[in-house]
């Protein structure tokens, strides 16, 4: 079925701002037909007097947090001239985003290509193509960058370029942001402030709005980054250097990059832990024993944090609420991080991290 944008009306600015003008009103008329996601309490001790609640983005129709940068990039590059009619749209990412900007191509009718590793999880790739994209593998996380652009340029398109525009594409001060949902959402709850929220780094787009509403509205609550081991974003952060790079792709599917991405801002961030990625799967699948929710890998990356800093509350004698996201569901990796001999394959192991887990539950203390 083409769902070409096709109404043209009478305009004094001419058809090319009228098509315009209708993909912007399919956008938004998308986000009106829907609900904001949910924000869960995770059952914890009711002795450590901390609440802890999940806001599940993996309900978006596309299935991830990144439907909603997907939405503030399309909207970008409308009112920015640079997406017209018959134009290609092509990003470079690590599947979620590509898998999200697929579905709004489609939706105003324009062709999609993403460029992504080959390690990318075949899910990913088949809900891309389900949402009508194509895709283009390259070998090494580090050429995704020049490959979507030489793409941009040989069909004339429009390379997205997520990693550059997240943090400027969305509106930092409100407009039904993230951060805005999550503190609307605890407004009847016994602490509406929370103590921390805790979030990974795939462009830094997240993590600079969040940041930046906090300060902006002069909440008391801190900014925690969590980062996979080979992420050039910790040890960036770590020693204040910009334009960082490991040149090492990350693992953990979503978050982590091998440089220092445009869009990721250190000052708005007040904490970052590096976490393992055994630790991150350990963490993934306690969650589903715990709450019985079916989250991703960067969703056990966020947790793992989330434990630390829920220990040092409890040590401390501090109240409050701590408030993470759930990035995506685990349905899209059911043949690797769900899945014993792949994970075997990559050398990760994460039973000693789900008994230092089960460990923490028991005593209410960090040993890591």
């Known amino acids: ?40 309490a995770v059952p914890l001790p009711e002795d450590w007097g901390v609440q802890l609640y999940l806001k599940d983005e993996s309900t978006h ?26 134009t290609t749209i092509v990003e470079a990412s690590s599947g979620s985003t590509a898998v999200s900007e697929a ?21 990913k790739i088949a809900l891309i193509e389900e949402f009508g994209g194509k895709c283009k593998l390259v070998e090494h996380a580090s050429e995704v960058y020049a490959a979507a652009e030489e793409l941009a340029r040989s069909t ?47 462009t830094g787009g997240t993590s600079a709005t969040i940041g930046r509403y906090l300060r902006y509205h002069c909440h008391d609550t801190g900014l925690a980054v969590v980062d996979p081991e080979n992420s050039a974003f910790y040890p960036g952060w770590l020693n204040r250097v910009g ?20 869009s990721f801002i250190p000052a708005v961030i007040d904490r970052m832990i590096q976490v393992p990625d055994a630790a991150s799967v350990a963490a993934m699948r306690h969650l ?5 929710l079916h989250a991703g890998p960067s969703t056990g990356t966020n947790l793992w944090g989330v434990w630390q800093l829920v220990s ?5 004698g501090r109240r409050g609420s ?13 043949g690797s991080y769900y899945n014993p001999e792949w994970l075997e394959r990559q050398g990760l192991d994460p039973a000693p991290y789900e008994a230092l887990i089960e460990r923490f539950f028991e005593t209410g203390r960090w040993a890591a």
């Open 312 to 316: 040092e509350m409890v040590a401390e």
């Open 1 to 40: 079925m083409n769902n070409a944008v096709n109404h043209v009306v009478d305009s004094v600015c001419g058809p090319e701002r009228a098509w315009a003008d209708e993909a912007i009103r399919r956008i938004a008329a998308e986000n009106n037909r829907s609900a904001d996601t949910h924000l869960y």
């Open 61 to 86: 129709r596309s299935g991830s947090l990144k439907h909603r940068l997907a939405r503030s990039l399309f909207l970008f590059g409308l009112v920015n001239g640079w997406i017209k009619e018959g």
């Open 322 to 334: 701590i408030v993470s996201l759930m990035c995506d569901g685990g349905d899209r990796y059911t």
């Open 243 to 262: 334009n960082y790079s490991t040149g090492k792709p990350s693992r953990i599917e979503g978050i982590g990059r091998p440089r220092m991405e445009p």
């Open 103 to 123: 579905y709004f191509a489609r939706l105003i009718g324009l062709p999609f290509i993403a460029v992504m590793t080959r390690t990318t999880s075949p899910e």
């Open 288 to 292: 589903h024993r715990l709450a019985g």
């Open 156 to 202: 004339r398109g429009h390379y997205m370029d997520q990693f550059t525009y997240a943090e400027r594409a969305t509106d930092w001060r409100g407009n039904n942001n993230i951060a805005e949902s999550i503190f609307d959402q605890l407004a009847l709850e016994p602490h509406p402030v929370p103590s921390w929220i805790v979030v990974g780094a795939g």
